[in-house]
Protein backbone atom coordinates (compact mmCIF):
# COMPACT_ATOMS: atom_id res chain seq x y z
CA UNK A 1 0.00 0.00 0.00
CA UNK A 2 0.65 3.68 -0.48
CA UNK A 3 0.84 5.64 2.54
CA UNK A 4 -0.07 9.61 2.44
CA UNK A 5 0.85 11.97 5.29
CA UNK A 6 -0.53 15.42 5.06
CA UNK A 7 0.69 18.58 7.10
CA UNK A 8 0.51 22.01 6.87
CA UNK A 9 -2.93 23.00 8.22
CA UNK A 10 -4.24 25.39 11.23
CA UNK A 11 -6.07 28.56 11.43
CA UNK A 12 -5.69 31.47 9.06
CA UNK A 13 -7.79 34.59 8.72
CA UNK A 14 -10.37 35.25 5.95
CA UNK A 15 -7.63 36.34 2.72
CA UNK A 16 -4.80 34.44 4.08
CA UNK A 17 -2.62 31.33 2.60
CA UNK A 18 -1.29 28.31 3.85
CA UNK A 19 0.70 26.01 2.11
CA UNK A 20 -0.54 21.57 2.13
CA UNK A 21 1.81 19.01 1.69
CA UNK A 22 1.36 15.36 1.16
CA UNK A 23 3.60 13.14 0.97
CA UNK A 24 3.71 9.05 -0.23
CA UNK A 25 5.46 6.43 0.73
CA UNK A 26 5.41 2.93 1.35
CA UNK A 27 5.34 -0.07 -1.68
CA UNK A 28 3.80 2.01 -4.76
CA UNK A 29 3.38 1.86 -8.46
CA UNK A 30 3.30 5.12 -8.72
CA UNK A 31 0.40 7.39 -9.13
CA UNK A 32 -1.15 8.57 -11.64
CA UNK A 33 -2.76 11.33 -9.82
CA UNK A 34 -2.52 12.65 -6.80
CA UNK A 35 -5.28 15.17 -5.53
CA UNK A 36 -7.12 16.94 -2.37
CA UNK A 37 -10.44 16.70 -1.41
CA UNK A 38 -12.17 18.19 1.82
CA UNK A 39 -14.95 17.71 3.82
CA UNK A 40 -16.32 20.58 6.43
CA UNK A 41 -18.96 19.05 9.18
CA UNK A 42 -22.55 17.75 8.09
CA UNK A 43 -21.25 18.04 4.27
CA UNK A 44 -20.05 15.58 2.06
CA UNK A 45 -16.37 15.04 0.91
CA UNK A 46 -15.75 17.31 -2.16
CA UNK A 47 -13.44 17.28 -4.77
CA UNK A 48 -10.66 20.58 -4.95
CA UNK A 49 -7.82 19.72 -7.05
CA UNK A 50 -5.93 16.98 -8.35
CA UNK A 51 -2.32 16.61 -10.51
CA UNK A 52 -1.64 14.42 -13.19
CA UNK A 53 1.65 12.57 -11.54
CA UNK A 54 3.68 12.86 -15.12
CA UNK A 55 2.66 15.15 -17.42
CA UNK A 56 1.53 17.89 -14.40
CA UNK A 57 -1.41 18.71 -15.47
CA UNK A 58 -4.06 20.47 -13.61
CA UNK A 59 -7.39 20.24 -12.81
CA UNK A 60 -9.43 22.25 -9.86
CA UNK A 61 -12.87 22.96 -8.21
CA UNK A 62 -14.93 26.29 -10.10
CA UNK A 63 -14.74 27.06 -6.16
CA UNK A 64 -11.14 27.63 -5.87
CA UNK A 65 -9.76 28.09 -9.47
CA UNK A 66 -7.25 31.09 -8.87
CA UNK A 67 -7.09 31.03 -5.35
CA UNK A 68 -5.53 27.70 -5.01
CA UNK A 69 -2.55 26.14 -6.85
CA UNK A 70 -1.45 22.64 -6.76
CA UNK A 71 1.83 21.29 -7.74
CA UNK A 72 3.73 18.55 -7.55
CA UNK A 73 7.87 17.19 -6.48
CA UNK A 74 7.92 13.50 -7.80
CA UNK A 75 11.55 13.21 -6.95
CA UNK A 76 10.14 13.93 -3.27
CA UNK A 77 6.33 11.80 -4.00
CA UNK A 78 5.39 14.96 -2.60
CA UNK A 79 2.35 17.11 -3.73
CA UNK A 80 1.36 20.37 -2.73
CA UNK A 81 -1.85 22.92 -2.14
CA UNK A 82 -1.39 26.45 -2.24
CA UNK A 83 -4.31 28.22 -0.84
CA UNK A 84 -4.66 31.74 -0.93
CA UNK A 85 -7.14 34.79 -0.78
CA UNK A 86 -8.70 32.10 1.65
CA UNK A 87 -12.25 31.88 2.67
CA UNK A 88 -14.58 31.00 5.67
CA UNK A 89 -16.62 28.77 3.53
CA UNK A 90 -12.87 26.98 3.07
CA UNK A 91 -13.08 25.51 6.42
CA UNK A 92 -12.87 21.71 6.04
CA UNK A 93 -10.25 18.77 6.79
CA UNK A 94 -8.45 18.53 3.88
CA UNK A 95 -7.47 14.76 2.77
CA UNK A 96 -4.82 14.28 0.16
CA UNK A 97 -5.47 10.98 -2.21
CA UNK A 98 -3.59 9.08 -4.71
CA UNK A 99 -5.16 7.35 -7.68
CA UNK A 100 -3.11 4.26 -9.64
CA UNK A 101 -4.98 4.69 -13.26
CA UNK A 102 -5.12 7.58 -15.93
CA UNK A 103 -8.90 8.24 -16.12
CA UNK A 104 -11.24 9.78 -13.63
CA UNK A 105 -10.22 11.63 -10.92
CA UNK A 106 -13.27 13.89 -9.66
CA UNK A 107 -14.82 11.93 -6.95
CA UNK A 108 -13.96 9.92 -4.02
CA UNK A 109 -14.51 6.74 -4.90
CA UNK A 110 -12.08 6.58 -7.92
CA UNK A 111 -8.81 7.06 -5.36
CA UNK A 112 -7.14 4.61 -4.32
CA UNK A 113 -5.42 5.88 -0.82
CA UNK A 114 -6.17 8.30 1.21
CA UNK A 115 -3.79 10.33 3.97
CA UNK A 116 -5.96 11.23 7.92
CA UNK A 117 -6.70 14.92 6.94
CA UNK A 118 -5.66 18.24 8.05
CA UNK A 119 -7.83 20.90 9.47
CA UNK A 120 -7.80 23.86 8.00
CA UNK A 121 -9.72 26.80 9.44
CA UNK A 122 -10.47 29.96 8.30
CA UNK A 123 -12.23 32.53 10.72
CA UNK A 124 -11.42 35.92 11.88
Known amino acids: QVQLVESGGGLVQPGGSLRLSCTAS????????MGWFRQAPGKQREFVAT????????YYADSVKGRFTISRDNAKNTVYLQMNSLKPEDTAIYYC?????????????????WGQGTQVTVSS
Open 97 to 113: AAKRDLTAWRFPSQYDY
Open 26 to 33: GRTFGSAF
Open 51 to 58: IACRSGNT
